[in-house]
């Protein structure tokens, strides 16, 4: 049972270019998360999608980050116009759908992206 | 979400027994709280949950007291592979409050454990 994928596993953007971050959540999951981590800092949450929807932006800056979780496919995070200050770690969890009457869903991360911007 | 406050960094030889503690005076009633393991260039990893008094599986302990304000992580006899940042996470896992259900990293523990 594959992990939660995430691809590249690093990116060099030099500024102005545009990033994009894929993520596979494991086999029967269908929340997904981004979170950014900057050097020698904790995991920022940025977006909580679910299939086809966006259920939490709310770590999202407002300009350049996209988030999207279609029907079919990965999770992309995509960052238009990078700036250096986007160089950081990218990570993506998946956990399983919410269900009633469980008490606790753990989020299952992948080995995140990491990128730098020239 | 309830703010955590942990120490930056602990030291420990192999084989001790070491105990992270983790002050979370403003946790809510639907809080759980967990903890995540992470390497260097590596994502966290699950190590364990809980809501309230002992909670215990075959990595680590997790302590709570009754008034569920703060928590410790134990880890039996750690080795050289145990060298990492624990996180310690508290938060509504089922999204009850927000309807979302993201986790709120702090900077974390770095522990060290030394030959």
């Known amino acids: 049972n594959a992990g939660v994928m995430q691809n590249p596993r690093h990116l060099v953007r030099r500024r102005g270019q545009e990033a994009r971050l894929r993520c596979s959540p494991m086999k029967g999951h269908s929340h997904v998360y981004w979170y950014r981590q900057l050097p020698e800092e904790g995991l920022k949450f940025m977006v909580y999608l679910q299939k086809e929807n966006i259920i939490d932006e709310s770590g999202m800056p407002k300009e350049r980050f996209s988030a999207e979780f279609p029907k079919e496919g990965p999770s992309i995070l995509r960052i238009q116009q990078v700036v250096r200050g986007d160089s950081a770690a990218y990570f993506c969890a998946s956990s399983p759908r919410l269900r009633q009457g469980v008490e606790k869903e753990t989020q299952y991360f992948g080995p995140g992206t990491r990128l730098l911007v020239l | 979400l309830a703010k955590t406050t942990q120490p930056i960094s602990m030291d420990s030889y192999e084989g001790q027994e070491v105990n992270i503690t983790c002050s979370h005076n403003n946790i809510a009633t639907n809080d759980y709280i967990t903890w995540y393991q992470q390497f260097p260039s590596q994502g966290p990893r699950f190590i364990i949950q809980?809501?309230?008094t002992k909670v215990t599986n075959e990595v680590a302990s997790l302590f709570i007291p009754a008034d569920r304000k703060s928590s410790t992580l134990s880890l039996p006899r750690v080795s050289l592979s145990d060298t990492a940042v624990y996180y310690c996470l508290v938060g509504d896992p089922r999204g009850l409050q927000t309807g979302a259900n993201n986790l709120f990293f702090g900077t974390g523990t770095r522990l060290t454990v030394i030959p």
């Open positions: 809980g809501y309230k």
